[in-house]
């Protein structure tokens, strides 16, 4: 009877044992999946946000007077327009 519940015991103990390395395994790997899905999550929010970035801009780009806002910073002038250049006195 003793031989018997040692070896049931012995089949009980081996049962958990494996069943907590598992458990432990599994967390282990949730883990690192949390972790990658993390970093995925953020790279898709950095890639929204660029997208509706670029999108105001092509937006902008449809407007006339944004390029020329453009065009005039870039040094461009309209015909029959002079370029004004300021300059720093050295007081």
Known sequence: MKRRLRLW????ASFMGWAVYTSVQ??????E?????????DQVA??????????FEIER??????IK????????????????QVTESGD
């Open 69 to 84: 806002e453009l065009a005039r910073k870039n040094g461009l002038t309209m015909p029959g327009e002079q370029p004004i």
């Open 9 to 12: 015991f012995l089949i009980v």
């Open 26 to 31: 599994q967390l282990e790997a949730r883990s």
């Open 61 to 66: 780009l449809g407007n006339p007077e944004y």
């Open 33 to 41: 999946t949390i972790k990658t899905l993390k970093a995925l999550q």
């Open 46 to 55: 950095a890639a929204e946000q660029r997208q509706a970035e670029l999108e």
